[in-house]
């Protein structure tokens, strides 16, 4: 996600670091080089013209001139300027004040919607509502089989009347039957087209008098670029959409889209989705703030501790807290216990991209290929528990014995107790920065809170 226009950032700053200060020259060369990097990533040339021009704005200003670290102002007023292009604040669902709360996605074929109406729907179970699918795309074949498919998955009902019912009835009285059964919420997955045509228009604004709904969200091809911009921007004049639903952003090295929706059509980006499983986790909300962090390679520790927190137990939080807090460091117990919980957490790959300052770490020695793990787990489980716990006595011959007692070579077991020793210098890292410890973060909702005391009084001085 946003690969290769982070990687040109990263360059940009790392060119202006030791340069001493910030001037006008120096400045100019690096916009020029941002410039060029939007434009790479497919950014709107009207949208990156406008950022560039508020960045020179502020960087010639007395903010930064004389900056002892220009390469940290520089990228500061870059996340800052990219939280406000992408819409500075998440936006929510918009739940009804009374009644079902409905939501309709729109969008082109094969932007993913059936797929989003099916994520969308555990989001809403998470947050405890009762939601129910609506299947009123009657044209695409096997599209309500496979909303109804999704649904059993998911053990969620879905509304179908059949192709043979137009689907502005479909839509009605899919309202009345969600009124009558107690359904809170319900997710329409409407029709799509190859392309924008009237027909297609005037069917959503028919569906969209009848059915008055809480948030019309398009469900857009990130990986399309310009072309996601063109669409929403078609979509929102003929419909007034209230939000957009990002897909396929795993796979979007640019980014274009992310960065030129919210400018051209200003309605904000709600979710992205970032992977094919259908759970609730691979349908992220969408925070501005934190994917410009991701962008300039600062990581997104927040999201990385959400995912953490949904899978990691209360015990295993104050274990892991203990041992940061006395700098004791993670030993192979700890790492099988990750291994074990980390394909809850989602694909290892998307984990490393929100690891803080993961630009300054050797990647090269943290695979992500998760076909790797199984040989992980294996080589773990052949230690002895004096060898889970004291990775320092691991010498030839006792990673020969466990090499041949998991089916593995040496060299692997090598590259085991590295990650090891990488996740370990990583974390001690992040604690030298500053950053939340991972234990108290992860249990910090789990806590039992203390009564909070009376303030005492304060003492009158004399």
């Known amino acids: 996600m946003f690969e290769s226009l982070s990687d040109r950032l990263q360059s940009t700053f790392k060119k202006i670091k030791g340069q001493g200060k910030l001037t006008e020259k120096n400045i100019s060369d690096s916009l020029r080089e941002v410039r060029r990097a939007f434009l790479e990533a497919d950014v709107n040339y009207k949208v990156t013209r406008d950022f560039i021009e508020n960045i020179k704005t502020r960087a010639l200003g007395q903010e930064v001139m004389g900056s002892l670290t220009p390469e940290l102002q520089?990228?500061?007023?870059?996340?800052e300027e990219l939280t406000t292009l992408m819409g500075s604040e998440s936006e929510k669902i918009q739940i009804a004040p009374s009644g079902p709360t409905v939501v309709m996605l729109a969008g082109l074929q094969g932007a993913g919607k059936t797929t989003v109406a099916a994520k969308l729907a555990l989001k809403f179970r998470k947050d405890g509502r009762n939601p129910m699918l609506v299947a009123a795309d009657v044209y695409r074949p096997a599209a309500i089989k496979q909303l109804q498919v999704l649904g059993e998955q998911i053990d969620t009902p879905v509304f179908a009347l059949g192709t043979d019912v137009s689907p502005v009835d479909i839509a009605k009285k899919?309202?009345?039957?969600?009124?009558?059964?107690?359904?809170?919420?319900?997710?329409?997955?409407?029709?799509?087209?190859?392309?924008?045509?009237?027909?297609?228009?005037?069917?959503?604004?028919?569906?969209?008098?009848?059915?008055?709904?809480?948030?019309?969200?398009?469900?857009?091809?990130?990986?399309?670029?310009?072309?996601?911009?063109?669409?929403?921007?078609?979509?929102?004049?003929?419909?007034?959409?209230s939000g957009v639903i990002l897909t396929k952003m795993d796979g979007d090295a640019r980014g274009g889209a992310a960065l030129?929706?919210?400018?051209?059509?200003?309605?904000p980006i709600k979710f992205i989705g970032v992977g094919e499983k259908i759970d609730a986790s691979s349908l992220e909300e969408f925070h501005p703030e934190r994917m410009a962090s991701r962008i300039i390679g600062q990581g997104d520790f927040q999201t990385l501790m959400e995912k953490a927190e949904a899978v990691f137990s209360e015990d295993q939080a104050l274990e892991l807290?203990?041992?940061?807090?006395?700098?004791?460091?993670?030993?192979?117990?700890?790492f099988?216990?990750?291994?074990?919980?980390?394909?809850?957490?989602?694909?290892?790959?998307?984990?490393?991209?929100?690891?803080?300052?993961?630009?300054?770490?050797?990647?090269?020695?943290?695979?992500?290929d998760e076909g790797n793990l199984k040989y992980a787990k294996a080589m773990i489980q052949s230690m002895t528990p004096v060898e889970r716990q004291n990775p320092s006595i691991l010498d030839r011959?006792?990673?020969?014995?466990?090499?041949?007692g998991s089916g593995t070579s040496v060299n692997q077991v090598n590259q085991l107790v590295s990650q090891l020793r990488m996740m370990n210098n990583m974390l001690n890292q992040q604690t030298s920065f500053g950053i939340p410890q991972i234990g108290k973060k992860l249990i910090g909702s789990s806590r039992p809170k203390r009564k909070a005391r009376k303030p005492r009084k304060k003492k009158r001085r004399r």
């Open 74 to 79: 520089i990228a500061k007023i870059i996340k």
């Open 174 to 241: 899919s309202l009345q039957d969600a009124m009558k059964r107690g359904f809170d919420c319900i997710i329409i997955d409407t029709a799509g087209r190859l392309h924008i045509d009237e027909t297609l228009m005037e069917e959503l604004q028919s569906i969209k008098n009848v059915v008055d709904p809480s948030e019309i969200l398009l469900v857009v091809d990130a990986m399309t670029g310009q072309d996601a911009v063109n669409v929403a921007e078609n979509f929102n004049a003929d419909l007034d959409i």
């Open 260 to 267: 030129s929706i919210r400018a051209v059509t200003q309605k």
């Open 321 to 334: 807290e203990r041992k940061l807090t006395e700098r004791k460091g993670l030993d192979f117990n700890d």
């Open 336 to 368: 099988l216990t990750q291994l074990e919980q980390i394909k809850n957490m989602g694909p290892l790959d998307q984990l490393l991209d929100l690891v803080p300052f993961k630009n300054q770490l050797p990647m090269q020695d943290i695979s992500p």
């Open 397 to 404: 011959s006792r990673k020969i014995r466990i090499s041949q």
